[in-house]
Antibody, heavy 122, light 104 residues
Framework: QVQLQESGPGLVKPSETLSLTCTVS??????????WSWIRQPPGKGLEWIAY???????NYNSSLKSRVTISVDTSKNQLSLKLTSVTAADTAVYYC??????????????WGQGTLVTVSS | SSELTQDPAVSVALGQTVRITCQGD??????ASWYQQKPGQAPVLVIY???NRPSGIPDRFSGSNSGNTASLTITGAQAEDEADYYC???????FGGGTKLTVL
């Protein structure tokens, strides 16, 4: 059973950088076949995909966030990370890491972390 | 604005059938996947591909696809099905705005 666990500061000041880590257990990121995503959900709102990455480091970003986001993977630690720069109150959200599975034309997200709330406030 | 359009809210009487729809051009190329989210919890995959249910998802959940529209049907809705439902497509990079399902 694959498990994902997000970790990082719950409070970030405006204009600073949000940094989160997701630790994967029960499966190896480097085994391939899956993409690994960050997804967020502002309080009371819907889900927004942020970015995904393959174990090789190949990544894809949401165009609306691309200039501020970096996703990376550390296969030795079986972790993926997210950095979001120049945060504002609009970046306050629950941040989820997740595993993308499937093949074209049927993709799906089969495992999610429990999510971590990040609040942007001074 | 979302590239996948869902009705914001839908209600169904206990034991009746409800259909939740998702519209978008990407659905002509990709199947939708559907997620159930209850308050304070992470989303859970309920339908993917043509009409596949992960292990543990009741068979009252089913999916269908036609043109630019994907549908999630709950046949015989139960009180525990009350939740937000999200569709997702285009390789996982776009979500619908979500539908809040109320079971009356």
């Amino acid at each position: 059973q694959v498990q994902l666990q997000e970790s990082g500061p719950g409070l970030v000041k405006p204009s600073e950088t949000l940094s989160l880590t997701c630790t994967v257990s029960g499966g190896s990121i480097s085994s391939g076949g899956y993409y690994w995503s960050w997804i967020r959900q502002p309080p009371g709102k819907g889900l927004e995909w942020i970015a995904y990455i393959y174990y090789s480091g190949s990544a894809n970003y949401n165009s609306s966030l691309k200039s501020r986001v970096t996703i990376s993977v550390d296969t030795s630690k079986n972790q993926l990370s997210l950095k979001l720069t120049s945060v504002t109150a609009a970046d306050t959200a629950v941040y989820y890491c997740a595993r993308n599975s499937g093949n074209s034309p049927a993709y799906f997200i089969d495992y999610w972390g429990q999510g971590t709330l990040v609040t942007v406030s001074s | 604005s979302s590239e996948l359009t869902q009705d914001p809210a839908v209600s169904v009487a206990l034991g009746q059938t409800v259909r939740i729809t998702c519209q978008g051009d990407s659905l002509r190329s990709y199947y939708a996947s559907w997620y159930q989210q209850k308050p304070g919890q992470a989303p859970v995959l309920v339908i993917y591909g043509k009409n596949n249910r992960p292990s543990g998802i009741p068979d009252r959940f089913s999916g269908s696809n036609s043109g630019n529209t994907a549908s999630l049907t709950i046949t015989g809705a139960q009180a525990e099905d009350e939740a937000d439902y999200y569709c997702n497509s285009r390789g996982g990079v776009v979500f619908g705005g979500g539908t809040k399902l109320t079971v009356l």
